[in-house]
């Protein structure tokens, strides 16, 4: 890699770092302060779109973190590296975030008997009205579903696949392949499977962002869009430079 394109990819890969963990911290302050800009929202409830998101961005967030020390010990590239130190450290810290706010709503870390992952992507917000965002969730990857079985309380179109629970997560087979893979191919196979599961996440928040009641859980989803779409477009840049490119 040339180095006007390393010093590129360092610029963006911290870019992106910092502006996720900008608006985390902005977040975090907002929260601690009781968001005193506006009314302090009702305890969200199990079913609702904030606690819905809290849960499923967590456990999205802990394979992110897994993905990314996976390939850092099976390169040397130092810009893959980079890249998947900030996406652990990021994710990381947003899924503290995102548990401590269940943790303060006094709400379990699972979904209500019933209601598999996404459900809360369906059509209601945080309020229990239907939304009428213009992101169609039928559109998304179809990798995820409830564990062990369909997503009749999901959303539409998803079926639990190899371990994949929500939309663009890696499958197991998906992982171990990873965790065998070394050198360029596990820098291609980590690019592939990031830009897929950071076009899921994308959708995700902006369905928080959409639905969601708590003004400062929105604001964090916006900031995960924001960092989020940055990084694609590193790795698409990335993937390029290794004559791959993501996957249809």
Known sequence: MSASRTRRTRWVAGSAVALAL?????????????????????????????????????????????????????TRDEDVRRLAYDIANTQANQRGML????????????????QGPMAWMSGSNGDGHGSHGSHDTEGMRDTAGAAGGGTE?????????????????????????????????????????????HEGGVEMARGCAERCAVRVEKRLARGMVEGQRSELDLMADMLAARGAQPRP
């Open 153 to 197: 309380h999901g959303v539409a179109g998803f079926e639990a696949h190899d371990g994949a629970l929500m939309p663009g997560m890696a499958t197991r087979t998906e992982l171990a392949r990873l965790g065998d893979a070394e050198g360029k191919r596990a820098e291609i196979l980590f690019l592939q499977l990031m830009t897929d599961h």
């Open 22 to 74: 900008l608006f985390a911290g902005a977040a975090a302050i907002a929260s601690a302060r009781g968001d005193a800009a506006a009314p302090a929202p009702r305890t969200p409830s199990a079913e609702s779109a904030d606690a819905g998101f809290a849960r499923d961005m967590a456990v999205h967030h802990q394979q992110a973190v897994e993905m990314s020390f996976l390939v850092r010990d099976r």
């Open 99 to 114: 548990l401590g706010w269940l943790d303060l709503w006094e709400l379990p870390k699972t979904a209500p008997d019933g």
